[in-house]
């Protein structure tokens, strides 16, 4: 499992422009849908499903990163999207700090164990201080693909 198959070209929004959970998830959907990973006619039930599962806890984990994720049936690979928020976004987060940083992560409901494996390996990379910084901090699209590629060759990608 590794990011660079997961999230799309098209799959990393570096300054999304909404400030509210709901917003935002639409913004990393729709982005998702013009990838053509995400059927348009589905894009609704998919994020309705994301936010039920936002109502059973947030997926803002704290400093400043969520991962929200769900499953749906609609979605065939697992499939992710990267967003960056240079204004933050209110995400009721663990801590009640701003979300800079969003790894959106859906796969089909009998993928349960690679959504699991890529649940668990977003995890590992967000824990790493310095790797969420250099998110925050980089310069665009191609800086935030050369990241993610990078953790996937040296943070255990496999």
Same mark, same amino acid.
């Given at each position: ?77 697992? +499939?992710?999207?990267?967003?960056? %928020? =240079? ?6 987060? *663990?801590?009640? $700090?701003?979300?800079?940083? &969003? ?28 790797? +969420?910084?250099?998110?925050?901090? %980089? =310069? ?6 050369? *990241?993610?590629? $990078?953790?996937?060759?040296? &943070?255990?990608?496999?």
């Amino acid at each position: 499992m590794k990011l660079g198959e997961i999230i799309p070209e098209g799959g990393i929004l570096d300054d999304l422009k909404s400030t509210q959970k709901e917003d935002v998830i639409k913004e990393m959907v729709a982005a998702l849908v013009k990838t053509g990973r995400i059927e348009e006619g589905t894009s609704k039930k998919v994020i309705k499903a994301l936010m039920d599962r936002e109502e059973l806890g947030s997926t803002g984990i704290g400093a400043g990163v969520a991962v929200p994720h769900a499953k749906h049936d609609s979605i065939t690979d697992l +499939v992710g999207a990267f967003g960056r %928020s =240079k204004k933050g976004i209110n995400f009721d987060a *663990l801590d009640g $700090e701003p979300v800079h940083v &969003l790894f959106l992560l859906l796969s089909s409901k009998s993928a349960s164990g690679a959504h699991l494996e890529a649940l668990a390996y977003i995890s590992r990379l967000v824990r790493d201080e310095k790797f +969420v910084k250099f998110l925050r901090d %980089s =310069k665009d699209v191609v800086g935030l693909r050369e *990241l993610l590629n $990078e953790a996937d060759q040296t &943070l255990g990608g496999n």
